[in-house]
């Protein structure tokens, strides 16, 4: 925040959210102090807020009111613009929008919040950069204890490690069902046209696509040349990415970003799992198959 007055120094005062829980003010050796209820505090020493407190910056101007204690939400602040911030209210997002998802973040089972995008792939900090499109942005990504907790605690989940992925796909290959399977127990997903991106880079996993062989123990393929296999457009291909692994983090998989890999420098991308079996069904009736 920016406090545009002539008492106010150019770096008056932080706040922040600490480890502890609370949140916390210090002056940063301004000119004409910082107070709280009226007593100005000492220079560089933090001082924990309390709700109700009356906050001056300078010996002269606004007061604030402190009315909120609450943990600060995660969000993102644009730095180059003007621009609400972006608060990540669910732990699986797709920006600029679900309709053009070129920059995907997740936040992991221990409450780390991860990025996958062209340009990188990884874990993110608080207070780091990101760019969607043309815009950057600051990630202002508190963690509280509670919240590692409750994230991590969770039960009923599992990990890609723990699936064995079953695609069924129909004779003329016009419907490519889902079926994710874990200790006996299957969830059936169902026919989908993002599927049929899964069954193309799990050939690729396996070694069994004759358009586009590859190594079996690797499985990478170059986004050019999967591009031209779909014959779709990189963005249809975002939203594709985008759209199973919100499928299977809905169903429960605290890792669905991992489902498919990238790998920024070089362009291409593959299966995140070799688990997987390929198998054959009768084509659905007529009117039944969604369309790629």
Known sequence: MRLLHSHVSLQHASLRWTERGTWE???????????????????????????GAELTFGAAGDHWLVEDVAPPRPMLIRIDGEGEPIYLRDSFIGLPSLEDPTV????GENG?????????????????LIAIGTEHWRCCLPTTPDETELVGGTGGLFTLADLELQLD?????????????????DIRLGPKACHYLLL??????????????????DGWIAVGTLLDLLRVSEQRLNV???????????TGVVD???????DTQQRRVRLG???????????????????R
């Open 273 to 291: 799992t070799a688990n997987v079996v390929i198998g054959a069904r009768a084509a659905e009736p007529p009117g039944s198959r969604p369309s």
């Open 104 to 107: 995907s973040l997740f936040r």
């Open 112 to 128: 780390q919040w991860h990025i996958d995008s062209r340009e990188r792939v990884g874990a993110l900090s608080d207070g780091e």
């Open 256 to 262: 669905a970003i991992g489902i498919i890999e990238r």
């Open 169 to 185: 796909v129909s004779r003329d290959e016009e419907d490519v069902s889902l079926t994710l399977r874990s200790n006996g127990r």
């Open 25 to 51: 003010l210090r002056d940063l050796q301004s000119k004409n102090g910082t107070f709280i209820n009226g007593s100005r505090i000492p220079a560089g020493a933090p001082v924990k807020l309390e709700l």
């Open 200 to 217: 193309t880079l799990a050939r690729q996993r396996l070694g069994s696509d004759p358009l586009a062989p590859g190594n079996p123990t």
């Open 240 to 250: 594709d990415i985008f759209r199973i692994r919100q499928e299977l983090k809905t």
